[in-house]
């Protein structure tokens, strides 16, 4: 039972353009999400995050779109730069005492064409 | 240098046999987690402690199990009860709750193969 869900498997972007990557999650008691970036053979690191009290959060050229209401959020990444070539997880958390578990979706692989 | 640190980075297995992976932290954080990999999934949480001496389980627990007895150390055992163990294994810790605004912070990982 997938609660977050990656509906593309892959993106190829040029560089300097923007990389739009969504995530779509069943669960309506996430209220804190966050992406991560994952490069071959490494684990995976921290990117940006966003609680459901906000609808928008940016940090340089990586900006995160929440849609409570449509259950849905992007990772925008402007420009795109060769570096940014990797596996991109979106994952979701909720209130609670079960607030230590993440739930994953399954990875959008994003490569940046020079 | 503050980090998680995995190993063995590669490992073989022969079935029936128990492997232990070794995970350790100097972070200084409270929680610990052991999630797994597999080709065109998500991270799959295994097991997870929020402290010393206290662990849960996770999604997908059968066939393994896990000790906390150092603040540091959250050690996985892939047990010959797991059916499909071949995976790459991602260990973890964060300093609190995620709604805290925390966030989990990765190791490297360790690939197991069954031969």
């Known amino acids: 039972d997938q609660q977050v869900k990656q509906n593309s498997p892959s993106l190829s972007v040029q560089e300097g353009r923007i990389s739009i990557l969504n995530c779509d999650y069943t669960?309506?008691?996430?209220?804190?999400f966050l992406w991560y970036k994952k490069y071959p053979a490494e684990g995976p690191t921290f990117l940006i995050s966003i609680s459901s009290i906000k609808d928008k959060n940016e940090d340089g050229r990586f900006t995160v779109f929440l849609n409570k209401s449509a259950k849905h959020l992007s990772l925008h990444i402007v420009p795109s730069q060769p570096g940014d070539s990797a596996v991109y997880f979106c994952a979701a958390s909720k209130q609670g005492r079960n607030d230590y578990k993440l739930s994953f979706g399954a990875g959008t692989t994003v490569t940046v064409r020079a | 240098d503050g980090g998680i640190t995995q190993s063995p980075k590669y490992l073989f297995r022969k079935e029936g046999q128990n492997v232990t992976l070794s995970c350790e932290q100097n972070?200084?954080?409270?929680?610990m987690y052991w999630y797994r990999q597999d080709p065109g999934q998500g991270l799959r949480l295994i097991y997870y402690s929020q402290i010393v001496n206290d662990f849960q389980k996770g999604d997908i627990a059968e066939g393994y199990s896990v000790s906390r007895e150092k603040k540091e150390s959250f050690p996985l055992t892939v047990t010959s009860a797991q059916k499909n163990p071949t995976a790459f294994y991602l260990c973890a810790s964060s300093r609190g709750r995620f709604a805290s605004g925390n966030t989990i912070y990765f190791g490297e990982g360790s690939w197991l193969t069954v031969v």
């Open positions: 669960n309506s008691m996430f209220d804190y």
């Open positions: 972070l200084n954080h409270d929680a």
